[in-house]
C-alpha cells in the first residue's frame, strides 16, 4: 500500500467538497476523497478473526499492511441481500491508520458546496458519530449519507491499533532462523504457535468427556500416566467443535508447567522464519481473547494467525485445571512422572521425535529439524545425480537438495500425493526429505527406545537401510495396536546423502 499520508483537515468545513460515494443496495454513502487511500474488488478470502465484533468481517494483507476489514452492512443493520455480492472495499486512512469498508458497489466522485450538507436529528444519528451529517444533491432529490472517518476509527469496539502508521515501511531483512512455530489448521483458519510452548503432538487416543465444565473442554486423556484435559479448538474459537478425522491431532501444551491439549484439525508445517516478516495483528479490548492473537505471517501455504497461547487461553486454564482436578490430582500425577526411583535412572533421560509416514512410520530427532514445508512442484531435478535425490529447491535464497527416501531404500513407489518436506540441519549443512504426511510429536523416556534394530530387519534390509536406522521405537497407532517406527539416524544420513549429492553436483 502507497503510505503517503494525506493532509488531515475538518472534511465539513469548506465550501467546495470532493466525496467518493458508494452503494449498499438502494442506500447511498459518501466519504471525503482526502480519507480515501484504494478501492478495491473484495477478495476471495478475508482471514477471520474470532472474538472480534460481529460487523469485523476480518482482515487481510494489502501490500504488507495488516488491514481491518468492516462489513458495513451489519456496521449499519443493514439487511443481508437475498444473493451474496462481491462488492468492493474502500480502504480509508485517517489518523495515521488504515481501514477496509464492505460495499456493494462504487458510485462516483461528486463535488459539494457546504450548504448541501445538513446535520441529521440526534435520534436518527449512529452511535459513536459515525453517520451524522448528509449531502442533498440534485435538489434534495438524492440523499446521501456522509461516513466521518474520524469517528469510526476513534469507536470503542475497533481495534487499539490497525496496522502501520502512516509513512512506515517494513524492512526487508536477511533471513535468520530465530522463530520456530507449528502451523495448524483449526476452523477453517491455519494458526500457529511457538515451538517452545509445544511439548508434542498426538494422535487422538479416546477422550473420556466425564465431567465437563465448559462446552469447549472435550474431555481428559491420560498420556503416560498423566491426566491432561483437551480444548476443543473450534468450540474454543467459537465455530463448530472439531470433527474427528485420521488428521485429527491433540497438542500438548505445557505453558508455565501445566499441562494441556488443543485439539485441532491438522498439523500443517514446522515454519522458522525471521521475526520481523511478522505483521502486527488488530487486537480488541475487552474481547474474550483479548491479546491472544499476536501477529500474522504471509507464508506459501496462506496467511498464518500466531497465538499466545498464555493470553489465549489465559481465562480458560482456570476452568481447564478445575476440570482436571475433577478427574484425579494432576500435580501429583505430574510430580509422579518426575519422581526418580531406585533402579529407574534410564526414566530420568528424554528425547523428542517427530514421526512421518512413508509406506512405513519414519521417525527424526525433532532437534535435527529446522522447518517443514508444502511441495509445491517447485523441486528442479539435476542431471547426473542419483536416483534418489529428486533435485533442488530454492528456500528463500538457500538451494537445498531433496531426497526421496523410498528410491534411496529402493522400496516400492507410490501413486503420487501431496508431500511435504521435512527440512534436516546438521554440521552445517541442510536437506530436503520428501514424506507423505506428519503423524505426531512424542517425547520418550529411554526404556522407551530400543538402540538397535531387531536382528531380522538388519538381515532383510538393503545396505543403505542398515546404515541410516540404527533404532526403532514401539508407538500405538490410533487404534491401540503397536506400531513400530523406524528412527533415522539424521548425522548419519546427511553424510551418505548430501555428501553424495555434492560430490556428483562437481
Given amino acids: 500500500m502507497d503510505t503517503h499520508a494525506y493532509q488531515q483537515r475538518d472534511p465539513l468545513s469548506k465550501d467546495d467538497l470532493i466525496f467518493a460515494t458508494f452503494l449498499l443496495e438502494e442506500l447511498e454513502f459518501a466519504i471525503e476523497v482526502t480519507y480515501i487511500q484504494d478501492a478495491i474488488p473484495v477478495p476471495d478470502h478475508i482471514i477471520p478473526l474470532p472474538a472480534s465484533p460481529d460487523y469485523i468481517a476480518g482482515i487481510m494483507d494489502l501490500r504488507g499492511t495488516i488491514l481491518p ?74 440523499l446521501v449519507q456522509v461516513i466521518d472517518p474520524s469517528s469510526l476509527f476513534d469507536y470503542k469496539d475497533l481495534p487499539a491499533h490497525l496496522g502501520l502508521e502512516a509513512g512506515a515501511k517494513r ?19 491455519l494458526f500457529g504457535i511457538a515451538v517452545e510452548d509445544v511439548r508434542e503432538i498426538i494422535t487422538v487416543p479416546e477422550i473420556s ?4 465444565v465448559e462446552d469447549y473442554i472435550k474431555g481428559v486423556i491420560s498420556l503416560r500416566r498423566e491426566l491432561l484435559s483437551v480444548i476443543d479448538m473450534g468450540a474454543f474459537l ?38 520481523r516478516l511478522q505483521q502486527p495483528m488488530p487486537d480488541w479490548s475487552g474481547s474474550t481473547h483479548e491479546g491472544g492473537f499476536t501477529s500474522m505471517l504471509e ?29 484425579g490430582d494432576s500435580t501429583q500425577e505430574q510430580s509422579k512422572i518426575g519422581e526418580k526411583e531406585e533402579g529407574d535412572a534410564e526414566d530420568v533421560l528424554q528425547k523428542t521425535f517427530i514421526t512421518f509416514d512413508l509406506g512405513e512410520v519414519y521417525g527424526a530427532e525433532i532437534s535435527y529439524i529446522r522447518e517443514i514445508v ?43 500425493r501431496e508431500q511435504l518436506i521435512i527440512i534436516f540441519t546438521h554440521g552445517g549443512r541442510q536437506v530436503g526429505v520428501l514424506v507423505d504426511r506428519l503423524r505426531e510429536i512424542k517425547t520418550l523416556s ?19 537401510f542398515r546404515e541410516v536406522i540404527d533404532r526403532i521405537v514401539d508407538l500405538k497407532s490410533e487404534d491401540g495396536q503397536h506400531l513400530p517406527t523406524l528412527i533415522l539416524d539424521i548425522p548419519e544420513f546427511m553424510e551418505a546423502t548430501v555428501a553424495s549429492a555434492m560430490v556428483m553436483a562437481s
Fill in 171 to 189: 524492512e526487508k531483512a536477511d533471513w535468520s532462523p530465530n522463530r520456530q512455530i507449528v502451523a495448524f489448521q483449526a476452523a477453517e483458519q
Fill in 299 to 327: 507464508w506459501e501455504s496462506g496467511s498464518i494467525v500466531i497465538l499466545d497461547p498464555r493470553k489465549l487461553f489465559g481465562q480458560a486454564l482456570k476452568r481447564v485445571e478445575e476440570h482436571t482436578g475433577l478427574h
Fill in 374 to 416: 508444502k511441495h509445491q512442484n517447485n523441486i528442479r531435478p539435476l542431471p547426473g545425480q542419483a536416483n534418489y535425490i529428486e533435485g533442488i529447491f530454492n528456500l528463500r535464497s538457500e538451494v537445498i537438495p531433496v531426497i526421496n527416501l523410498r528410491k534411496y531404500f529402493k522400496a516400492a513407489s507410490q501413486e503420487a
Fill in 209 to 212: 468427556q466425564r465431567i465437563l
Fill in 69 to 142: 476489514i468492516i462489513d458495513t452492512r451489519k456496521r449499519f443493520r443493514i439487511a443481508a441481500p437475498a444473493e451474496p455480492k462481491r462488492g468492493y472495499i474502500a480502504v480509508t486512512h485517517c489518523k495515521g491508520r488504515y481501514m477496509g469498508l464492505i460495499f456493494d458497489r462504487i458510485q462516483e466522485i461528486v463535488r459539494v458546496k457546504e450548504d448541501s450538507i445538513a446535520e441529521l436529528a440526534p435520534e436518527i444519528q449512529v452511535e459513536g458519530d459515525l453517520l451524522r451529517k448528509i449531502i442533498k444533491l440534485e435538489n434534495g432529490r438524492r
Fill in 446 to 464: 529411554a526404556e522407551k527406545i530400543q538402540s538397535d534394530l531387531p536382528q531380522h530387519l538388519v538381515r532383510e534390509q538393503n545396505k543403505r
Fill in 238 to 275: 467459537g465455530a463448530e467443535s472439531t470433527p474427528l478425522s485420521s488428521d485429527s491431532r491433540i497438542i500438548i501444551l505445557d505453558i508455565d508447567e501445566f499441562c494441556f491439549g488443543i485439539l485441532v484439525d491438522s498439523i500443517k508445517e514446522v515454519i522458522t522464519f525471521e521475526e
